[in-house]
Structure formats: C-alpha cells, structure tokens
C-alpha cells in the first residue's frame, strides 16, 4: 500500500483525540487552574500530549495565555537551559503548557517549579513519574480503547492479521499508542 493511502499515515493518526468530552474539558481545565502546578501523568503513549493539547482552547477562554515548551529524549542541554529560560517573562495570566517535561533533572524541575510559584504563572506538565506536583490526570495503557481506535482508523483496511499486530505492539511496548499505529502502518504498507 502507498504511503498516502495507508490509513495509518501521520496524518490521520493525529485525527484521534483524547477521548474527554467538553464538560469533562472543562472540569480539568478548572482543574489545573486552581493550582499553580500540576501535571498530566502517565506512560509512553498514552495520550499526554493530546490531552493537552485538548486543553489548550479551555485555559485560553478563561483570559489565559498559552505558552508550550516541548522537550523529549533527544532534547539537548543548550535546548532545555533556552526552554526554561523563556519562562522568565510570564506572569499571572499566563501558562505553561510543558511537554516532556520528565527530561528535566531534579534541580532544573524544582527551578521550574519556583518560577511558577514566584511569577504566578500556571504550570501543567506532562511527566512519566509523580514529581512533587498534584496530578490532575493520570491516564494509561487501554487495549479496548486501543483496539476501537485500530478498527477505526483501518476501516475497510481492519482485519484479524491487523489486530494481532496491533495487540503484539500494545503488549511489547506497556501500551504506547505511538507504536501501536507505527506497526499498523508498517504492517499495511507490506500489504
């Protein structure tokens, strides 16, 4: 199958959203705006990101001003020292929307923290593991979440053979929903 028409294409994996509706939205937004730091907790792949993302539009109807640093693995050390710098500037109506944030080590995490606490700007983070800071939702590895978004996405294209290279990814990889879509694709793109 072509690139372009393999359902899983990053394109259309990016379609699928966190699956909170707008009440739901809402209260979370509530949520982490009553605090000045919080974070959305959880595994590799499990819709982090997404979740936030989902938020954005929430935080910035309430008079907020969003501002997104995003860090990973492959972040490097000049990247991360710039990303926390930027922070300096914000103020009450603002929030920090930090992606990847468990790339920060412990004093780099704690001056983050301090910044929030003292400027009086918002701090929502996506971490891997508890830091100090309230959790505001913890998500997690589902199959039957992982499976519906599968048959979805595959339509015409989902088949057993599918499912079970879908299931095998989702087992081997604690659930990460990144490589659940990368093994369908590459299992498609054979076909």
């Known amino acids: 199958m072509k690139a372009n028409e393999n359902p899983f294409r990053s394109s259309k994996v990016e379609q699928i959203r966190y699956a909170l509706n707008p009440v739901e939205l809402t209260a979370l937004s509530d949520q982490i705006l009553a605090?000045?730091?919080?974070c959305l907790l959880g595994p590799k792949g499990t819709g982090k990101t997404t979740l936030m993302e989902?938020?954005?539009p929430y935080v910035r109807a309430r008079?907020?001003?969003t501002h997104w640093v995003r860090l990973n693995l492959e972040s490097t050390r000049t990247a991360t020292r710039d990303a926390i710098g930027q922070l300096s500037s914000l103020g009450q109506q603002d929030i920090c929307l930090f992606d990847g944030a468990e790339v920060l080590n412990?004093?780099?995490w704690r001056k983050l923290r301090r910044a929030a606490i003292q400027q009086g700007f918002k701090l929502v983070a996506t971490l891997h593991q508890k830091r100090g800071v309230s959790v505001?939702?913890?998500?997690?590895?589902d199959w039957n979440l992982a499976k519906r978004f599968v048959e979805q996405i595959a339509g015409d294209h989902y088949t057993?053979?599918?499912n079970n290279r879908?299931?095998?990814a989702f087992d081997s990889n604690?659930?990460?929903?990144?490589e659940v879509f990368r093994s369908c694709y590459l299992y498609l793109a054979q076909v």
């Open 166 to 168: 879908a299931k095998c």
């Open 160 to 162: 057993s053979e599918l």
């Open 54 to 56: 989902d938020l954005e």
């Open 174 to 178: 604690q659930g990460n929903m990144r």
């Open 35 to 38: 605090q000045a730091c919080s």
């Open 63 to 65: 008079g907020y001003q």
């Open 136 to 141: 505001a939702l913890n998500t997690r590895a």
């Open 106 to 108: 412990w004093w780099q």
